[in-house]
């Protein structure tokens, strides 16, 4: 069986942490019959990206060699969703909302998604509801739909702040099917507290 591929956008200087939880979490059970899912990562060419913290990917695709064939898009944030040639990402966004797939944003990239109008309808969060109004201007109309929330999931898109690692990634695995809410309330709770708080937590 051929492995759903979940695709994570990975900019120059993106946040390695944003995404850590969920792609291990997704890669975990891969091909040992738990899951069918695959983690797969997109940047805007297929030079090396460098994370925050020193990392260096290799891109498996570019954004114009992605196909139809995904079953998620994870947009990571970073320090360069606000340059011009960020852009070239939204129409891999429009072809996620199309397809009915999860989408999920942490940090600045929900920003971007405020900035295009992606935003406007639908509860989300982002890092602060002023920042975001301010970066995305009259683009975004959705303040009503706002909540001052670590991450907010509204059917098939998951937003989330900077600090949210865990509750964005929770939240998208839910969104997956890869878990249902008690078994991914059990799966934060451990990574939250840590083990031996979660021990207790049993007793």
């Known amino acids: 069986m051929t492995a759903k591929e979940i695709l994570f956008v990975l900019l120059e200087e993106y946040a390695d942490w944003e995404g850590a939880y969920l792609a291990s979490e997704i890669m975990r059970g891969s091909g040992a019959g738990t899951n069918d899912y695959c983690v797969k990562t997109v940047s805007l060419t297929k030079e090396p990206v460098h994370s925050i913290g020193g990392f260096t990917v290799i891109p498996d695709y570019d954004i114009d060699s992605v196909d139809d064939q995904f079953y998620g898009l994870i947009l990571i944030g970073g320090n360069s969703w606000r340059k011009e040639s960020s852009k070239k990402i939204i129409p891999l966004i429009k072809r ?11 940090c600045d990239a929900t920003v971007f998604l405020g900035m295009h109008g992606f935003l406007n309808e639908g509860k989300h969060t982002s890092n602060q509801l002023e920042k975001l109004k301010k970066a995305a201007g009259e683009n975004y109309s959705g303040e009503k739909e706002y909540i001052d929330q670590q991450a907010v ?28 809410e ?18 207790k937590q049993l007793n």
């Open 96 to 106: 996620a909302l199309e397809k009915n797939v999860v989408l999920g944003a942490i």
């Open 182 to 199: 008690a078994e991914a309330d059990d799966w934060y709770t451990f990574h939250k507290l840590g083990y031996y708080e979660y021990i």
């Open 153 to 180: 999931r509204s059917a098939n898109r998951i937003t989330a702040n900077g600090t949210a690692a865990l509750e964005f990634s929770k939240e998208v695995l839910v969104a997956l099917g890869m878990k249902d």
